[in-house]
């Protein structure tokens, strides 16, 4: 009666190891802790528990195809379990493994570009290119004939490559992202930022989207002090009102292609309607892509009686503001003297 006793339970631990595939405690723990070298693998399509349980054992992530069967059972995931590309790392648990796939997680390969407040479309292209994200020929075609369906822009808009419309933010692509799809996100977001409230706003100042855009782009060039942003659009604005030239070097620069601190006498004289010293106005189009403080600004100036302003030479990109030219010339000393 014992011997039937303790061959019973013979069988049923027998029996136990058998339905559990002989699967240990250290089963499902990693591989190797301390690793950090990342893995991808594709769960092709129809996949199983057990036959993803058998690629990723034989791929050296996991240490038994039958622990993850087991973990995927306890964890009733069978039914998530998802095909695609997946990163793991030997250093993930059975546990850890299994959400990763029964979660969806698939990798994406990605990178990432930062687009700052004040970059011309040129610096775009070349920071895109740099990496060998986009065919610049390919990106600067599609700025003029792609098929880009926004209530903001106009014809006018592709023929200065849509310079000021793509937003700058921090932007995450797939790797291998179309020209189309990149510009495209970029005026996405440009839509997103640019609400019905500003639209309205516009219109009763009189202006349109591109014009706004183009006094807002000319601000940001313009203005570093986030409070000063309103006030530069100001004096921009009183100068417009009362025929005088915006006088921005930013313009001028613009037409440079460069960031000349001081701008000589030739530079100022350049036969160009991008030049704010030779023509009154607005330039033709924006000369950078403007953050929404400086859309903001545009849209709301500060109601002001500037017309003038000079750097304060402080360090801290603060200017001095006049309301006369006489007054203007004692903030250029005082400038001077800083």
Sequence with gaps: MQI???????????AMLVF???????????VDPGAT???IIEIPSGSTAKSIGALLESEGLIRSADAFVKKVKDMDAAAALQAGQYQFSKAMSVEEVVKVVSGGEVYRNT?????????EVVQIAERLSADGHIDKDLFYKELKT???????????????????FLFPATYTFDVGTSEHDIIDAMLKKF?????????????????????????????EREAMVHDERPVVAGVFYNRIK????????????YILGERKEVLSNADIAIDNPYNTYKYPGLPPAPIASPGERSIKA????????????????LGDGSHYFSKTYDEHLQAIERSKQN
Excluded at 4 to 14: A, C, D, P, S, T
Excluded at 150 to 162: A, G, H, I, Q
Excluded at 242 to 253: P, R
Aim: aromatic residues 14%.
């Design 242 to 253: 009362t025929k005088m030239a915006l006088q921005s070097c930013a313009t001028v620069q």
């Design 4 to 14: 039937r006793k303790y061959l019973n339970l013979f069988l049923i631990i027998i």
């Design 191 to 219: 839509d997103e930022v640019f609400k019905a409230e500003y639209y309205t706003q516009a219109e009763s100042l009189g202006l349109t989207v591109r014009e706004v855009i183009t006094m807002a782009s000319i601000v």
């Design 111 to 119: 990178f990432k570009v930062v687009v700052p407040e004040g970059f």
């Design 37 to 39: 070298d990342a893995v």
């Design 146 to 164: 792609g098929d880009f369906d926004y209530k903001f822009l106009s014809p006018e808009d592709r023929d200065t490559n849509l310079e000021g």
């Design 298 to 313: 545009a849209l709301y100036p500060a109601d002001t009686e500037y017309f003038y302003f000079v750097t304060t030479n």
């Design 20 to 30: 559990t595939g002989c699967v240990s405690e250290q089963d499902f723990t990693a």
